[in-house]
């Protein structure tokens, strides 16, 4: 054939031989997957990096709001005097002055603080007191205190000690309301000055603290950085305004100025953090407007090495892979069986390698996702819990209604109160129940001696009766009772509201305590109450409450989900001690001191949780918190990773296995039917085949035989040629196969292949070796065999069938040769054609409205240069009554007898006033007979093949 004559282009020049180098195929072969996996490790230590810095801005993010709770003027005395009262109380009285004296030198250095220790019998110890310059109110207080509810009197003591409490510590705190606040930590407010007040006390002795001031801000958050050293923050700008009143207090290395602009920036902004002057800059604000802030030094970069080490493992990879092409090229790289057990290996570890990677990117990813979703589950429980709070209250006031709507229950004040004992019963109990009369006299109480609204309960009760039971109404008989019923009955003091909403909780602040009332009235005269009161304490109903929700069991995804509350008044636990709850305190004063929700993971007693801390809304004082064990879904991603582990064992074995078996069954047959070929070109027609098996090879390797015997007779030849062109078409649904071929003289050079591969498709490969007579039919033989081997592939593609070709015709003792060559693959089940042109004349696609396209792009033959180049592929859907035609150049090239071929342009006239039809072998014939009344002579080998897609089987 001449192959300038099918593709127009100039010939190749002497600069396109083959050298030792390899083909750049080979290069790409080795480069690519490198660059890839290059790239997948640098994403993935991107990821790491970026983890990181996330950790980094996290942990940044917390120092700071820890800076912030020792810091706060609110919590700074409260969490301090609260660890002296536990300290206190478990301490044996023998040592108190030692709890003493340690906690004025450290812990309570800087406050103000009056300390007044008690023995057994309520007598001052002067070696446990500090700064004792209130001793009569101490030692009365501490007496009163210790008296039981009831027992304490109202003598001249006792109205002194009320008076002198009005005058130290302002109005709404009584003995009773200090009775309530045993253990607890009291915030007061005195001439616009913070007061705290604690005491706690049993019969070993007590205490009681005040504490009249505490340190300046910036002093107590040096105190906290002294604390904290081990932390490592350094060199640290810290410090605290208010931006209202324009105070600044910087340290560290910055000024008071820049960090002001930094603070305007990112208020503009709407942001809290953020990276300025190569620093990490955090900003809080807490319930009083006072802001805290922090600039860190960003940590050094302990990824850089890792990034660098890999990319020098990359490329000393790809210097060793290249290397060891060249070896393949120059013939110097082993046995074929090793060859194909070390590029199946290479074809397995690179993707092993990057499944790898992405799967632990995956992983991680899957693990963030997780993780979320946990703690965007965790947030919303936390909030239903605290939203329902309101509906709780509802319903205790639906209980409490039944009870006081009972037969009898204003009658029998002892029944009544068994009846109510749920809510009066206990060492702590949630309600006080109360009996009035019509004129509002106490008739019976619960707790005799409790209650900051006792003296308004009397005009309270005449406000109701007045309007919901006239009948009932009795007239005070004091003149001051009578001007207080015309003094509260005014809506702006607040009791009229509460006479106008009978059977329902009504929040009221009674003794500087919120809490909740419920009264109820009796129209009947026979009744012995007019009134009945019940007066719940807020805290101790949320505490009911709580407790209540902690004591069901909650989930996520069938995994057992712990809810925790934590009292912020009284800085305990609602619940029973559970493992690494004080790691958990300063989480929990960092959100409420925030005012904002905190989510993240925690270590605890050797297992990590995810964890949502919630500061509630309707519950007050109360933070709750929950957490979710990860190991519940680390064991599903460990699986996962095991799982992941094995399937990349298992690829590389499945690798080496079927590179030893290629090596063994494949590729052994072709190197010996390559070697016979050559035996042949050296006319040793003594040379025989090995016949390895009793598959396509095998059969190819006696057929091969056989054609060496007989090569004497050149029709012996001839017939070993025809028999290796197709005789029979396969029969695939919907369409129709054809294809013949026409030689010029004895032998000839066209190849027309065709097979059903094991997927269904059908390859076709239709080619033109240069040259004609023996070497060229044989060498037609050998790509016969080649496409064989190809076929056998597990998944054959052209991208891997040229390529074949191309390296065995290159790679050849013998003369030159090219191969023009066009494989078709056909898909059935998608209709689509793909095909690749290799130098050969470009088929003809005849649409079924006669429009005719050509298929394929100019490009080099194959064997043809010295270095390979991707030949043009494409791919193109065949529609029902569509057909192909591929053609070597014998036809378009024929002469007539006035020396005019016949051309493409006649072709395709031919092609598009003659439609197929159902039968691709009709329609070639009529081809063939239109070409042979101008050409009854050939001067080339002339092959057709057609495929058309049936219309009456759509």
């Not at 130290?168 to 253990?183: C, I, K, L, M, S």
């Not at 002892?414 to 019963?425: I, M, N």
Request: aromatic share 10%.
């Amino acid at each position: 054939m001449a192959v300038a004559r099918s593709v127009e282009r100039p010939s190749p020049s002497p600069g396109d031989e083959t050298t030792p180098l390899g083909p750049w195929g080979r290069r790409v072969l080795v480069v690519l997957p490198f660059l890839l996996l290059g790239g997948l490790g640098e994403v993935f230590l991107t990821g790491q990096q970026g983890a990181r810095e996330d950790a980094f801005r996290q942990r940044a993010t917390e120092y700071l709001e820890r800076l912030a709770v020792r810091g706060d003027d609110d919590l700074y005395a409260p969490l301090r005097l609260r660890r002296l009262l536990r300290v206190w109380m478990r301490t044996p009285p023998a040592r108190r002055a030692r709890v003493r004296e340690r906690f004025v030198a450290g812990l309570g250095r800087g406050l103000t603080c009056e300390i007044y220790g008690f023995d057994e019998a309520g007598r001052l110890v002067p070696d446990q007191c500090h700064e004792a310059t209130n001793r009569w109110l101490a030692r009365t207080l501490y007496a009163a205190l210790r008296a039981s509810s009831g027992q304490d009197g109202e003598g001249p003591t006792r109205r002194r000690l009320e008076r002198a409490l009005i005058q130290t510590f302002g109005y709404g705190w009584t003995v009773n309301a200090y009775r309530r606040q045993r253990g607890l930590v009291t915030a007061l407010k005195r001439q616009a000055r913070d007061v705290w007040v604690a005491w706690d006390g049993d019969r070993r002795g007590g205490v009681v603290i005040i504490c009249r001031d505490i340190p300046p801000v910036a002093t107590r958050l040096v105190q906290a950085l002294q604390q904290d050293r081990e932390q490592g923050w350094t060199p640290l700008v810290w410090g605290s305004a208010q931006p209202a009143l324009g105070e600044w207090q910087v340290g560290g290395p910055a000024q008071g100025e820049t960090v002001r602009a930094i603070w305007h920036r990112f208020v503009e902004a709407g942001v809290e953090s953020g990276e300025v002057l190569d620093r990490f800059w955090v900003f809080r604000q807490n319930a009083r407007g006072r802001i805290f802030f922090a600039g860190f030094s960003r940590p050094t970069e302990e990824w850089g090495w890792l990034r660098w080490g890999w990319r020098l493992a990359m490329v000393l990879g790809m210097v060793g892979l290249l290397g060891a092409s060249r070896r393949w090229a120059e013939g110097r790289s082993g046995s074929i069986r090793s060859l194909s057990v070390g590029l199946f290996l290479y074809s397995a570890f690179i993707p092993v390698i990057g499944l790898g990677l992405g799967a632990l990117l995956l992983l991680q990813e899957r693990a963030e996702v997780r993780g979320q979703e946990v703690q965007r589950h965790q947030m919303e429980l936390l909030t239903d819990l605290d939203g329902r709070f309101p509906a709780y209250l509802k319903a205790v006031a639906e209980q409490v209604s039944r009870l006081s709507r009972a037969p009898g229950f204003a009658e029998d004040f002892a029944a009544a109160a068994r009846l109510a004992r749920p809510w009066l019963g206990g060492a702590n109990p949630v309600a006080r129940l109360e009996f009035r009369d019509g004129r509002g006299d106490l008739l019976w109480t619960s707790h005799p001696g409790q209650g900051g609204m006792r003296a308004l309960l009397p005009v309270l009760t005449r406000l109701i009766l007045g309007r919901w039971a006239p009948g009932r109404w009795q007239a005070p008989t004091a003149e001051a009772d009578r001007l207080a019923d015309r003094l509260f009955a005014s809506p702006d003091l607040g009791l009229d509201p509460l006479a106008n909403y009978p059977r329902s909780l009504l929040p009221v602040e009674t003794g500087g305590k919120p809490a909740f009332i419920f009264w109820d009235f009796y129209l009947d005269p026979a009744v012995r109450a007019a009134v009945a009161f019940f007066l719940f304490s807020r805290d101790r109903l949320v505490t009911r409450y709580v407790q209540h929700q902690l004591g069901q069991r909650w989930g996520f995804r069938d995994a057992p989900l712990r809810l925790h509350a934590y009292d912020l008044e009284r800085g305990a636990w609602l619940e029973q001690s559970f493992p690494g709850r004080q790691a958990l305190v300063p989480l929990v004063l960092q959100a409420s001191l925030m005012r904002r929700p905190k989510s993240g993971r925690i270590r605890l007693a050797g297992e990590e949780y995810h964890l949502a801390v919630l500061p509630a809304r309707n519950l007050t004082q109360i933070c709750l918190v929950a957490m979710f064990p990860s190991r519940t879904f680390q064991a599903e991603l460990q699986g996962v990773r095991w799982r992941i582990a094995a399937g990349g064992v298992v690829g590389l074995l499945v690798a080496l296995v079927l590179g030893n078996l290629i090596g063994r069954r494949l590729l052994e047959p072709v190197t010996h039917l390559s070697q016979g070929v050559e035996a042949l070109r050296r006319r040793d027609f003594s040379t025989q085949v090995p016949v390895l098996g009793h598959d396509e090879l095998g059969e190819l390797a006696r057929a091969f035989n056989a054609m060496a015997e007989d090569m004497r007779e050149l029709d012996v030849a001839r017939a070993v040629q025809a028999g290796l062109t197709p005789r029979e078409f396969p029969r695939v649904p919907g369409y129709d196969l054809h294809g013949f071929t026409v030689f010029a003289g004895d032998l000839g050079g066209d190849c027309l292949d065709i097979r059903v591969l094991a997927d269904g498709r059908v390859a076709v490969l239709i080619a033109d070796v240069s040259g004609h007579g023996v070497g060229s039919a044989l060498l037609m033989a050998f790509i016969k065999a080649q496409v064989c081997l190809w076929a056998r592939h597990p998944s054959p593609t052209l991208e891997g069938l040229f390529p074949l070709l191309d390296r065995a015709l290159r790679e050849g003792e013998r003369q030159r040769v090219f191969l023009a060559a066009f494989g078709v693959i056909l898909d059935p089940a998608r209709h689509a054609l793909t095909f690749m042109a290799g130098g050969h004349p470009f088929p003809c696609l005849r649409r079924r409205s006669g429009a005719v396209e050509s298929l394929g792009a100019p490009a080099y033959p194959l064997g043809s240069r010295r270095r390979p180049r991707p030949w043009p592929s494409g791919e193109i859907a065949v529609a029902p009554g569509d057909a192909l035609l591929a053609f070597t150049d014998g036809l378009v090239e024929g002469l007539d007898e006035a020396g005019r071929p016949f051309g493409y342009e006649a072709l395709t006239a031919w092609l598009a006033a003659h439609p197929p039809g159902g039968a691709a072998s009709r329609w070639l014939l009529r081809l063939m007979e239109h070409y042979r009344r101008e050409r009854p002579n050939a001067e080339d080998d002339i092959t057709l093949f057609g495929l058309v897609r049936r219309v009456e089987d759509v």
